[in-house]
């Protein structure tokens, strides 16, 4: 009995080292592939050659408009959506439900509609500006989350304190929480976009396409070059080793891009040891 | 005493400064369902007194203090039947709005409640959002204020740093500072000494007393001896079979004193521990 | 009387929503409401209008719809069998796989004795979630295809992209989430009863088969749904490996040529080509929503099987 139960102890362990070991040879294989082509002219260049030859500058900064708008759209809404937690007490369900929602709807499906919406309803063919706002749609409800949680943090004194004080519902709002509310918005909103800059299933049809595009001039047919999709669509025709090179280089950047945009989050979470913890389980869920 | 010369032009100033009643109770029911709170009737503080509040645990003295400056119907438990004036005008009129009431009734808790702001931010957060006052005005009435209250030789040199750091016996009076900020006419004060140390206590409770000059003070304590260092009124709030909720009476003057011939009434002494 | 003419409100941004000043409200609320509002209105109408434009094609399929793989866009037929099979075989399969290194990785982790090493591994495993579908989906094309290619070929495997190459790939996509969410678990139940049971004379593993594996099943359990919710929506990642090939069934040559061959699930369907062309024809468009329709009924469904799950037990 005692055999089986170290036998299975040692299994355990093997079990998690086969784990690290994939989880360490994934980001190495990222490394060692993706180091030797990532210099300066490759984030600086152009692309040219049909991703032959040349960098990913335009991709850089498409995704950078993409996630940039996202979060110019998303921030009013998710601050509206804690408000109105806070302030209106009724509502807290239903709202809590909405966004829940909205987390849950897979990107593609997203994806589609807004296609359905922006490309065809609409008429403006292939737009940043869709995808802006779709990508907006999609980091509302975890931005929603990581201010109505700073807000529970609070100690429940600083809302009597404040009231006493002759402050009203809106003016505690604006000089007292929004103030306070900061540091979650902000690490919330890096891990948010964070997320965004990888996604791929929303922009697919209506923002972004692979070649011909540098920065937008309008709204309506005015795609973006952006890393995902580039990645996205190299890597179903790459067979030349030099755009595998840039293939590889491609993904180390967009997972540098990814982590550097969440550092913060890691690291204020983790320092107190993974305080929100029903967040992390939001997040995970895409 | 008309503060003419100050810019605080906050809302209680009498023509003829601070004389009568400030806080008239005709009627006060409170009732969580199903039962009944507090229950009080004929109670008046004037101006510029020391009114202390006794009782034991849970009777509902904090309550009483929650339902004057109209914290306490926010909450939806409760059931508040009120008719109680301040300074002539009943509080739930529309001619004076809940924002209006509470500035002109500070309330100091128990646990000094800080924002995690600069001190300078702290004190001015109450008067910022009532006037705009020029960078001049607000640190003349910052160091006024902290002054008042015995800080400034400490703080001044942190006016920029986070409140957070100071103690608790000053962050007590960083509170007290900041409600005196808005010129109130009443000041309500749930147990400020409890949290701190015996020298600490000493010296807010000189801060009340010469406070209690300028505008009346109601406190709540559960400290005899405080009771017996302050000079002003006492009402006692107990229960009977009688009375459906909390009842108050005042306490006569021999009571006060530290004596053993002393006469409790029972109810007292279950919660003053000789 | 005694109050100066301070006394007016000095929240100068409230609006008088009737005409005698009853009911009044600020910029601020009026504009958090517009918005809440307007977010919830798109939200509810996208769905409504999911539903009404993909009621057509049910009405038309019918049962069909679902029980066979029939899905030829050109000839109007949608049969759409093979794409829900796809979606849950890769999905289940991937759960299949991932299970056991998540459940007894993550019992590892929670026995290791050393404070520093643990949250090391913790962060490299949550690392991994931050990688990007699209980067997953590039080492499955580079570097699972040609593996499994190597392994499998024996078997009948033609191109090393399948529903098998899908499913190892899912299983280390959301390999993280169901680790986090079980660690946590596990985490909570040792360090409520650990103590206790060490001195009692219980082992390790004893500890884990009779007292965290059972009471921590409502977590367990409910990080499963959320893995299967995750791999059934996940897209890009598989849309790379999985092949693409419509309307293949199991029955056509046995489970094994199934799935070491190539496939077609909704979340690669929706993927691909055919929503550019969709519009042309109402029908396909229909088609087409009806299945994003029944991916968001799945989520829905793993997501309250969460919920009621996690609030039942918990």
Redesign the interface.
């Known amino acids: 009995m005692a055999l089986l139960a170290v036998l299975f102890h040692r299994f355990c362990q093997l079990i998690l080292f086969l784990t690290v070991f994939l989880a360490l040879s994934l980001f190495s294989i990222l490394i060692i592939r993706g180091m030797p082509s990532l210099n300066l002219s490759f984030i600086m260049d152009p692309m040219a050659n049909a991703g032959l030859s040349g960098g990913v500058r335009y991709q850089i900064l498409g995704s950078l408009m993409l996630i940039l708008s996202a979060a110019i759209f998303a921030t009013p809404v998710a601050l509206s959506f804690c408000y109105c937690f806070q302030n209106i007490p009724q509502f807290r369900k239903p709202l809590i439900t909405v966004l829940y929602a909205l987390n849950s709807v897979p990107s593609i499906v997203l994806g589609f509609l807004a296609f359905l919406l922006f490309a065809v309803y609409l008429n403006w063919g292939k737009s940043w500006l869709a995808g802006g706002l779709i990508l907006a749609i999609m980091v509302t409800p975890s931005l929603s989350f990581f201010l109505i949680d700073g807000l529970r943090a609070l100690p429940s004194t600083y809302s009597e304190t404040a009231k006493s004080l002759g402050l009203s519902a809106d003016d505690r709002w604006w000089k007292l929480y929004v103030p306070l509310l900061v540091k979650p918005y902000l690490t919330g909103l890096f891990l948010s976009l964070g997320r965004a800059a990888g996604e791929t299933a929303p922009i697919l049809f209506v923002a972004s396409v692979f070649y011909g595009a540098t920065l937008p001039s309008g709204i309506k047919d005015n795609p973006v070059l952006s890393l995902p999709y580039h990645i996205f669509q190299l890597s179903q025709e790459a067979y030349q080793p030099e755009a595998l090179d840039r293939l590889w280089s491609s993904a180390l950047l967009i997972v540098l891009i990814v982590l550097v945009l969440q550092a913060p989050y890691y690291y204020f979470f983790w320092n107190r040891n993974r305080k929100g913890s029903k967040h992390a389980k939001l997040k995970l869920t895409r | 005493m008309q503060n003419s010369n100050s810019p605080v032009k906050t809302c209680c100033l009498h023509p003829e400064g601070r004389i009568g009643t400030s806080l008239k109770i005709k009627r006060l029911i409170a009732s969580t369902l199903p039962k009944r709170v507090l229950n009080l009737s004929h109670l008046e503080f004037p101006a510029r007194s020391l009114t202390s509040i006794v009782g034991r645990s849970g009777i509902g003295k904090s309550t009483f203090l929650r339902v004057i400056n109209r914290l306490l119907e926010e909450d939806p438990q409760w059931t508040i039947e009120v008719d109680i004036e301040f300074l002539g005008t009943p509080i739930h009129s529309p001619k004076l709005s809940k924002e209006m009431l509470r500035k002109c009734i500070g309330l100091i808790l128990q646990e000094p409640c800080v924002f995690p702001f600069s001190v300078k931010r702290n004190l001015l957060f109450g008067i910022r959002s009532a006037q705009k006052l020029s960078k001049s005005e607000e640190s003349c009435l910052v160091e006024k204020l902290l002054q008042n209250v015995g800080l400034w030789d400490e703080v001044n040199n942190r006016l920029s740093e986070n409140a957070e750091h100071l103690s608790v016996g000053q962050k007590q009076r960083l509170c007290i500072a900041r409600s005196l900020a808005l010129n109130p006419e009443i000041l309500l004060m749930d147990e400020p000494t409890s949290s701190l140390d015996p020298d600490t206590t000493l010296k807010i409770e000189e801060l009340i007393q010469s406070l209690s000059k300028e505008r009346c003070i109601i406190l709540v304590t559960h400290d005899r001896e405080q009771i017996s260092r302050l000079k002003g009124r006492v009402l006692e709030f107990y229960r009977d079979n009688l009375s459906a909720g909390t009842i108050a009476r005042e306490w006569k003057e021999k009571t006060l004193k530290v004596n053993r011939t002393a006469e409790f009434t029972k109810e007292s002494q279950s919660f003053i521990s000789t | 009387?005694?109050?100066?003419g301070?006394?007016k409100?000095?929240?100068s941004?409230i609006f008088y929503l009737f005409r005698d000043g009853r009911f009044k409200v600020?910029a601020?609320?009026l504009?958090?409401?517009a918005?809440?509002g307007f977010?919830?209105l798109i939200?509810l109408s996208?769905f409504i209008?999911?539903i009404w434009k993909s009621s057509d094609a049910l009405m038309r399929e019918g049962l069909s719809f679902f029980s066979t793989a029939n899905w030829h866009f050109r000839d109007h037929s949608y049969g759409a069998l093979a794409l829900f099979l796809g979606t849950v075989v890769t999905a289940v399969f991937s759960l299949l796989i991932c299970a056991?290194?998540?459940l007894?990785?993550a019992?590892?982790?929670q026995?290791l004795r050393s404070e520093k090493l643990r949250?090391s591994?913790e962060?490299?495993?949550?690392?991994?979630?931050?990688?990007?579908?699209?980067?997953y989906?590039?080492?499955g094309?580079?570097?699972l295809r040609p593996a499994l290619l190597q392994t499998f070929s024996f078997y009948g495997m033609e191109t090393g992209g399948g529903l098998l190459t899908a499913s190892i790939l899912l299983s280390?996509m959301i390999?993280?989430?169901l680790?986090?969410?079980q660690l946590?678990s596990f985490s909570k139940l040792s360090k409520k009863y650990q103590e206790q049971a060490l001195s009692l004379g219980l082992?390790?593993?004893?500890f884990?088969w009779s007292i965290v594996f059972p009471l921590g099943l409502p977590a367990i359990l409910s990080s499963f749904a959320?893995g299967f919710?995750?791999a059934?929506?996940e897209?890009?990642a598989v849309f790379?490996v999985i092949g693409r090939l419509d309307n293949k069934l199991p029955t056509e040559g046995g489970w094994i040529d199934y799935l070491l061959n190539a496939g077609q699930s909704i979340?690669t369907k929706?993927?691909g080509p055919e929503?550019?062309i969709s519009?042309q024809s109402p029908q396909h468009?229909s088609a087409?929503?009806l299945l994003?329709l029944c991916?968001?009924l799945m989520?829905?469904g793993t997501?309250s099987l969460l919920l009621t799950i996690s609030k039942g037990k918990v």
């Open positions: 009387m005694a109050i100066s301070f006394a409100t000095q929240n941004e600020s601020t609320r504009m958090s409401i918005i809440v977010v919830t939200s996208a209008f999911l056991p290194f998540s007894f990785g019992w590892a982790l026995n949250l591994i962060a490299l495993v949550t690392l991994m979630a931050s990688v990007p579908s699209v980067v989906g590039l080492l094309i580079l570097l280390i390999l993280p989430t680790f986090s969410l946590e082992s390790r593993t004893k884990f959320l919710g995750r059934a929506g897209t890009v790379l979340t929706l993927g929503i550019f519009y468009e087409l929503l994003a991916l968001v989520s829905i997501s």
